[in-house]
């Protein structure tokens, strides 16, 4: 009876945190060797201390588990991929088969994630992962949906590879061990992941061609070219890696009181030198350029800020 009774309280107890005005409020975000969760753990503790805003922060599958979390009101924040947001809201790509989600709203953009394909050395192309056994990222990740669609630029699907669905540590650790080719990680570069597996195993990051760089701009209007120079964001890497990137975005629960996202958003831009100092990534939020990328509706409480600061508007 004693438990049932425990159980009952500590049902009540979460309800009220994740739904009560005023409460600790939760936050998605991915693996945790990504960057989301590295970032979102320094960003929320400067929120707690200098904003007094409490959030916890959760490791998930990432993007789009994300915005089904949110929509199952499970959390009230999450990062998220622009591309996947934009999918999720206006119901295509796999979001076609589930329905549209149109019950978050956006904050800010946040900074680049790289699309990054960790690959056995020898393996020189994408081409070259044909019967390969590749990661494409966890179940529920934006990965998923970069990798597809840069195996369509190569008139190639996940049929051509030995797909497995891994998170970035778990790749790491099956490639460490030879079980994986190759893996996708699309996250904030340098990844925890990517820089623990330089310390022991020897990979390359493979490039993606022009022509099908320019193909995946063309058709998935998200990508942008990101290069990373050689040796510069992991040592090991000998030769410049010329990829695409999408942004990191924050999101939260279209529902969630305006005073809330205000001074979430505030807190976040008033204090960008802290977020720095906890996290480099803090280095590349840039007040002009946060409603960059985001095609879904913006959080009324970060619309107030954005206005005042003449970021959008007037
Ligand atoms: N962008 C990744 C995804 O949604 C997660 C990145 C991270 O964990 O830093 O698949």
Avoid at 65 to 88: C, E, F, K, P, R
Avoid at 218 to 238: D, H, L
């Amino acid at each position: 009876m004693k438990k049932i009774f425990a159980l009952i309280l500590a049902v009540c107890m979460l309800t009220c945190l994740t739904s009560c005005g005023g409460g600790k409020l939760f936050m998605a975000t991915g693996s945790e060797t990504g960057t989301y969760y590295a970032f979102g753990i320094a960003f929320t503790q400067v929120l707690k201390d200098k904003a007094g805003v409490e959030i916890g922060v959760q490791s998930t599958g990432a993007s789009k588990a994300n915005i089904q979390l949110i929509d199952s009101g499970d959390v009230n924040l999450a990062i998220v991929q622009n591309d996947v947001m934009d999918y999720a809201y206006n119901g295509t790509n796999t979001f076609a088969d589930e329905g549209a989600i149109t019950s978050f709203a956006a904050i800010c953009t946040m900074y680049p994630e790289t699309i990054q394909i960790v690959a056995k050395t020898g393996i020189n192309s994408i081409a070259d992962l044909k019967g390969k056994v590749v990661s494409v990222g966890d179940v529920g990740s934006g990965t998923e949906f970069n990798a597809a669609q840069i195996f369509e630029a190569y008139g190639m699907t996940f049929d051509d590879i030995q797909k497995q669905n891994l998170g970035f540590t778990d790749s790491a650790d099956k490639f460490k061990d030879g079980q994986l080719d190759a893996f996708f990680c699309t996250a904030g570069a340098p990844t925890v992941a990517i820089t623990e597996l330089a310390t022991s195993t020897d990979f390359t990051i493979l490039s993606i061609d022009a022509a099908e760089l320019a193909w995946l701009q063309e058709n998935y209007g998200y990508y942008t070219e990101y290069k990373m120079p050689a040796g510069t964001v992991y040592e090991n890497i000998k030769e410049d890696v010329t990829t695409v990137a999408v942004m990191a975005t924050l999101i939260c629960d279209a529902d969630l009181d305006e005073e809330t996202v205000y001074n979430i958003t505030k807190g976040i831009y008033e204090n960008l030198a802290d977020i720095t100092t906890a996290h480099a990534k803090g280095a590349e939020l840039v007040l002009e350029k946060a409603t960059d990328g985001i095609s879904t509706p913006m959080h009324p409480g970060a619309v107030k800020y954005f206005t005042e600061k003449g970021v959008i508007g007037g």
